[in-house]
Nanobody, 116 residues
Framework: VQLQASGGGLVQSGGSANLSCVYS????????MAWYRQTPGNERELIAG???????TYGNSVKGRFTISRDNAKDTVYLQMSSLKPEDTANYYC???????????WGKGTLVTVSS
């Protein structure tokens, strides 16, 4: 299973950006798809997650500004980011969590830089 994220880049503070992540390969029992982010010296932080049924969860730092969605037919998860702040600058990773046995797949990450 491979995850390919795209959409990162340089954005001005207050602007918007969209990330997408498509997975390929055979997956039998998907639990959730999610986006994490990480900055140097810090742990990876959960930004947003979405279940197979569409239930979403968000980290406090992005609630109200970011929206996660998924297209099961396209095996893709999206992250719409708005009102971006310099502190949103990070490498963003998509995650696919499967069940039976439980396992996490990770994409390579895409860098989002928010300039002040």
């Amino acid at each position: 299973v491979q995850l390919q994220a795209s959409g990162g880049g340089l954005v001005q503070s207050g602007g918007s950006a969209n990330l997408s992540c498509v997975y390929s390969g055979t997956v039998f029992k998907i639990n959730t798809m999610a986006w994490y982010r990480q900055t140097p010296g810090n742990e990876r932080e959960l930004i947003a997650g979405i279940s197979l049924s569409g239930r979403t969860t968000y980290g406090n730092s992005v609630k109200g500004r970011f929206t996660i969605s998924r297209d099961n037919a396209k095996d893709t998860v999206y992250l719409q980011m708005s009102s971006l702040k310099p502190e949103d600058t990070a490498n963003y990773y998509c995650n696919l969590a499967v069940l039976g046995p439980d396992y996490d797949y990770w994409g390579k990450g895409t860098l989002v830089t928010v300039s002040s």
